[in-house]
């Protein structure tokens, strides 16, 4: 696979909620859980199951930090 977006973590699947239209997908990218909502349908096209290995890739044009 290739793709421009240069923020691309390689986890595991840890949980799928499927809701009307989208799933919440949970990745893990080693002890950090992302969570993505996307259709049902990408859900089904692309396999996704609970253990499946999968990529979180992360597409912005800002991305804020904070601090306590």
Do not use: C, P, W
Not at 18 to 41: F, L, P, R, Y
Not at 45 to 53: H, I, R, V
């Amino acid at each position: 696979m290739k793709i421009s977006a240069r923020n691309q973590f390689k986890g595991k699947v840890v949980k799928i909620t499927e809701g009307a239209v989208h799933s919440i997908v949970k990745i893990d990218i080693g002890g950090n859980v992302i969570s993505s909502s996307i259709t049902n349908e990408a859900v089904k096209e692309l396999g996704l199951a609970e253990g499946k290995e999968a990529y979180a890739i992360i597409k912005a044009s800002n991305v804020m930090v904070g601090i306590e």
